[in-house]
């Protein structure tokens, strides 16, 4: 275990100045504080506070940083408070220590919502300040490397939150060995056998070719010095387990298919040396077409900067190359922790202004948290968060030459909602490179996407499916949301209306404002949507409105066609259902998209059908819209008490767009052979279509046959009745109703 002393003489190797008493306190704070505390290995707790402080001294952080790390769980796992640790070292390191403390009390439902408070909670607390984010990753790699000692499931899910999260996270702050580290720790637990395949492949490889990185290392090195490049560094390496089992799995390659197993990186003075070294190396030997990448003229949001080249190189050796300034290459390996974090304040104890939003990458997590914290579920914010981080790039540009990073198979759907929440919910077309293009579109490098915008448009719930960015997802999600509720509001009026009709009053919003505390509502939209929804009766709030009401309705009921209005179902037909019109149902919404709009009063079928002719009932559901049934149907006699869910509807089918409809019909039937080929053949005969047929032998001659048939309307569906009754093996044929 490190020393005290230790710790400090390793920052002022860096850090001639640094605060030395705030380090030995904070030191011997936390050493009284988790006192006779003891890890899953049996060593004192305190080893692990110390470790994570060493793991940021070789990022050269500051001394405050530094004492966050030693104090990092103490919040958490001992008797301290954060209004001590504000008292002893300032609001400032009481505040970080904080953010880096879990949620504990939380009154969710799943393991997974907690896993996403604690992550919401842990980002918004680095978009303050990224030193949370610092000694997050630094806890998270020693706690990595010391993961032997846990059980195998912990070790399980603690190495799959890594792989999923913080690896990424690192790899997006450009923190590229420590996200290589994490992601080689995580896999070897996650999937040993693969890893131990792959470290043995590797092994074997390093030995059939051993000398030949150096061989290669120094013919490159003597080519620049002759070239002119006297400075030049060139260090080579094998890639690590994970990565290539990543690119085996990805493009479903054998080991031995792997061509550019052997990765070296060229280290120059300047930017002008970079294009230099590139060009002397593409002069001598061959270039691997496609494999070129210019990360210097467009920087990676990370702020990573390197040329990436494929080379056919010495010895045959095909092997990748990336050229870098030394400034590029510490900005690759310490990403955000190697910019100048902080300058010192005027008291010398570097609490000074915070520099580092001048870095992309931090710009970037800053406005993908803003983006991801605006109201989502648990759930959904980790998922989005998993979208943000995994997800390689591709750089397009807008017509006046902005430039948008999106993730690889980004969409102009993607590309709109990066721009602007607003231009994403009001697309309707995009133009690439000049061209208009389906919004499916898959962008590529280079593009230039201009969004064609429309007033009127809501994003459809399926562009969900075709997204690819946390962003774009919640904005749809979001809208479709809103959209949904309007409709529901719509369909709640009609009701409500209605209903107060029948009681001879009058409904109003304003009527409504009053009771809303009796409904447990939090304004009238909701209450209103609520009734939509069948969650809550429309008696229930004439009853809040008007609490001396004695139920005695008046029925009224239009006449002929005139007060009814078309609602299309997600099947292709049209049911009628009352109304002045259709602002009644939608409140503004010209139809309700249930076929090819944005959201929709849902619309469903009893499970045993109805067909075109029956006459239909329509019911409120919770949750569900409304379900359409048969006039006959036994289970109506469940609503003989609710006559607010009830919805009268009537077909309104469109000749040109005809659908077969559901219904079930029992049959009695001999066991004899044939007897189901003779059924077959009758409904085939009838044009009527077999979903589900199931049979049961009800004695020992006789065979139940259910079938679930597809007909045009009540005229075909009794044809069939009639033809199966005329059948000498059938006993009896009748239609069943739920």
Known sequence: MMRQYELVERVQKYKPDANEALLNKAYVYAMQKHGQQKRASGDPYISHPLEVAAILTDMRLDESTIAVALLHDTIEDTTATRAEIDELFGEDIG????????????????????????????????????????????DRLHNMRTLDHMSPEKRARISEETMEIYA??????????????????????????AHDTVTKRLEELSRRNEGLVKKIETELRDLL??????????????????????????????????????????????????????????????????????????????????????????????????IRTKRMHEIAEFGIAAHTLYKDGANGNGDGELLSRESNAYSWLRHTIE?????DSPEEFLEHTKLELFQDQVFCFTPKGKLIALPRGATPIDFAYAVHTNIGDTTVGAKINGRIMPLVTRLTNGDEVEIIRSGVQVPPAAWEEIVVTGKARAAIRRATRLAIRKQYAGLGHRILERTFERAGKVFSRDALKPALHRLGQKDVEDAIAAVGRGEM????????????????????????????????????????????????????????????????????????????????????????????????????????????????????????????FAARVLINALNEPGTLAKVAQTVADVDVNIRILNTVRVAADFTEMALDVEVWDLRQLNQLLVQLKELDCIATVKRLYE
Not at 275 to 284: N, S
């Open 537 to 660: 009766s429309s008696l229930d709030v004439l009853r809040a409105v008007y609490p001396d009401h004695q139920d005695e309705r008046v029925t009224v009921k239009p006449a002929g066609d005139e007060g009814w209005f078309n609602v299309h179902s997600a099947a292709g037909m049209i049911f009628k259902i009352p109304g002045k019109n259709k602002a009644d149902l939608v409140d503004g919404i010209e139809a309700p998209p249930i076929r090819g709009l944005a959201a929709n009063v849902e619309v469903h079928f009893a499970p045993t059908g109805a067909v075109p002719g029956d006459r239909i009932v329509g019911i409120m559901e919770k949750g569900k819209g409304i379900t359409i049934y048969p006039i006959q149907s036994p289970i109506l006699q469940r609503f003989d008490d609710e006559p607010e869910r009830w919805i009268d509807v009537r077909w309104d089918l469109d000749e040109a767009n005809k659908s077969r």
């Open 371 to 375: 983006a991801l914290a605006e109201g």
């Open 95 to 138: 505040r970080l220590v904080e953010g880096l403390t879990k949620i504990k009390k939380l009154d969710l439902v799943t393991k997974k919502a907690k896993q996403a408070e604690n992550l919401r909670k842990l980002l918004l607390a680095i978009s303050d300040d990224v030193r949370v984010l610092l000694v997050k990753l630094a």
């Open 168 to 193: 990424p996270l690192a790899g997006r702050m450009g923190m590229h060995d420590m996200r290589e580290e994490l992601e080689e720790l995580s896999f070897r637990h996650i999937n040993p056998e």
């Open 225 to 322: 010095v002759a070239n002119g490049l006297a400075n030049a560094m060139v260090k080579g390496r094998l890639k690590s387990p994970y990565s290539v089992f990543r690119k085996m799995q990805s493009k479903s390659l054998s080991f031995e298919q792997l061509s550019d197993i052997y990765g070296f990186r060229l280290l120059v003075d300047d930017v002008p040396s970079c294009y230099r070294a590139l060009g002397i190396v593409h002069t001598r030997w061959r270039v691997v077409p496609g494999r070129f990448k210019d990360y210097i003229s467009t920087p990676k949001q990370n702020d990573y900067r390197s040329l990436h080249t494929t080379i056919v190189g010495p010895s045959s050796q095909r092997i990748e190359l990336q």
